[in-house]
Structures are given as C-alpha cells and as structure tokens.
C-alpha cells in the first residue's frame, strides 16, 4: 500500500465542499455588527503596535487584514473570538468582516490548534520527488508533540526545493526521510528549523543570508556566489574599475 493510499480521505460536509459552513444559514435574530469600543475591548499593547504598523504600509487599511489576523494568530495561538475582536477593534472593523477573511483562508485556524504547524506540500511537484513518504515520516516524528501539528498541504509554491514544507512559515527544502526528526528535534529545542536549508538562505532569496554548505550556494566571501549582487562582483568583467 503507498503512502497515498494510507493518507487519511479529504473531509467533505454534508453539502459536498471541503470549506465548513459556507452555506449555513445566517441567524438573523442577532443584532447588527457592530465595531468593537476601544473602551471594552483590551488589546495587548504589543499586538496593538504591530496592527498599527501593518496598516500603515497600506493606502486602505483592510488590506492590512490578512497579517493582522495573523498576528493574531500567532499571539493567541488561534483565531478566537477574542483575537478577532481585538484586531476588528485596532482596525475600526467589523469581526463578521474579518471572520469572513479568516474563513476563507485556510492557514488561519478559527479552532484550537497545536503551537506550531508544519505544513508538507504534497502537490504533484513535491509528490514525485518524495513528499507523501515524508509527510508519514513527518507524521510519526511528531506523534506524542501535542504542539506541533502536521498537515499535508496542496501547493507552497516553492517547488525548486521539494519535497518541501513551511514550518511555522519558515520554508525549508529539499527534504530528506531524516529531516522529521530534526524538525521535530529544532522545534523542541527552540532552535531555527534546518537552518542550512530554509529558502531564505539561498543566493536567489537573499544575497546576503548564505549559509556555508547549502547546496548550490558558495560560501560567504566568494565572489562569484551571486552575479551583480553587492559581495559577487560586477556581472560583465568589462566593468570592472
């Protein structure tokens, strides 16, 4: 039997869809939304100041809903009622707006959820080079983490690097069988996950975050590690001073 055939089946509700509660019935004996008061609505200061900068970089401030919610997230551990009620209230929205967001976005979690996700693409990319084997793997590691949740993730979009997974939104590839554990072991230990293989380390990501080691990349100080980046030197040699 393949790891394919051992993976759970998709949910589905009653009404077909893989989305819960698209087609519920609105309750209309509820008053309106209404804006949260700044007066009855305690916000973490700390929260509050990251909101407020998110917002700032934008000309509508809406458009700040995705990372504030997932300030949030990451503040309360999940999108609960009380999150959401503090960013509606920093950003002079409604909740129902921003549950709306929330719940069509499915890395936001409006259920409980463990500490920390590890999301293992499984799309067809990542598929052939190995990803339904690491995902059990992945699985098994992290049996008796309660933190550290494992899902299997439809595209990540970083298919240079599969197999792949986004571990607490760190990108980190191409994985092995042996990277279970020692995300697992990174995690508990409080430690960056597979340092010597997060995207953000690769030349292409940033010039200047290489890791000496990681395939592809040459180490610090050799100059021809990035064409026309700021430590490689000039792309055509007839520029040279």
Same mark, same amino acid.
């Given at each position: $039997?393949? +790891?394919?055939?051992?993976?759970?089946? !998709?949910?589905?509700?009653?009404?077909?869809?893989?989305?819960?509660?698209?087609?519920? *019935? !609105?309750?209309?004996?509820?008053?309106? +939304?209404?804006?949260?008061?700044?007066? @009855? @609505? %305690?916000?973490?200061?700390?929260?509050?100041?990251?909101?407020?900068?998110?917002?700032?970089?934008?000309?509508?401030?809406? &458009?700040? &809903?995705?990372?504030?919610?997932?300030?949030?997230?990451?503040?309360?551990?999940?999108?609960?009622?009380?999150?959401?009620?503090?960013?509606?209230?920093? $950003?002079?929205?409604?909740? =129902?707006?921003?549950?709306? /967001?929330?719940?069509?976005?499915? $890395?936001? =979690?409006?259920? %409980?959820?463990?500490?920390?996700?590890?999301?293992?693409? @499984?799309?067809?990319?990542? &598929?052939?080079?190995?990803?339904?084997?690491?995902?059990? +793997?992945?699985?098994?590691?992290?049996?008796?983490?309660?933190?550290?949740? /494992?899902?299997?993730?439809?595209?990540?979009?970083?298919?240079?690097?599969?197999? $792949? *997974? &986004?571990?607490?939104?760190?990108? !980190?590839?191409?994985?092995?069988?042996?990277?279970?554990?020692?995300?697992?072991?990174?995690?508990?230990?409080?430690? %960056?996950?597979?340092?010597?293989?997060?995207?953000?380390?690769?030349? /292409?990501?940033?010039?200047?975050?290489?890791?000496?080691?990681?395939?592809?990349?040459?180490?610090?100080?050799?100059?021809?590690? /990035?064409?026309?980046?700021?430590?490689?030197?000039? !792309?055509?040699?007839?520029?040279?001073?």
């Amino acid at each position: $039997m393949s +790891a394919i055939d051992r993976r759970p089946p !998709v949910r589905r509700y009653e009404h077909g869809s893989r989305v819960p509660g698209w087609d519920d *019935a !609105v309750d209309l004996t509820k008053p309106p +939304a209404t804006v949260p008061d700044p007066a @009855t @609505t %305690p916000v973490p200061e700390e929260l509050r100041r990251a909101i407020e900068a998110e917002m700032a970089k934008y000309p509508d401030a809406r &458009s700040a &809903s995705i990372p504030a919610l997932h300030l949030a997230q990451r503040h309360h551990g999940w999108c609960s009622p009380e999150a959401i009620q503090q960013v509606a209230c920093v $950003m002079r929205l409604t909740p =129902a707006y921003l549950t709306s /967001v929330a719940s069509f976005y499915d $890395m936001f =979690a409006l259920q %409980p959820k463990p500490r920390h996700d590890v999301y293992v693409c @499984t799309n067809i990319s990542c &598929s052939l080079l190995g990803a339904d084997e690491f995902y059990d +793997a992945m699985c098994h590691a992290a049996e008796g983490h309660g933190d550290i949740g /494992v899902r299997g993730f439809e595209c990540l979009g970083a298919c240079d690097i599969g197999p $792949m *997974a &986004s571990v607490n939104g760190e990108y !980190v590839g191409p994985l092995d069988l042996d990277d279970a554990r020692l995300i697992v072991e990174d995690i508990e230990a409080g430690r %960056p996950v597979l340092e010597h293989k997060q995207l953000r380390r690769r030349a /292409v990501a940033d010039a200047h975050g290489r890791v000496e080691g990681f395939d592809g990349i040459a180490p610090v100080g050799q100059e021809d590690a /990035v064409a026309g980046s700021p430590v490689s030197g000039p !792309v055509n040699p007839e520029e040279t001073p």
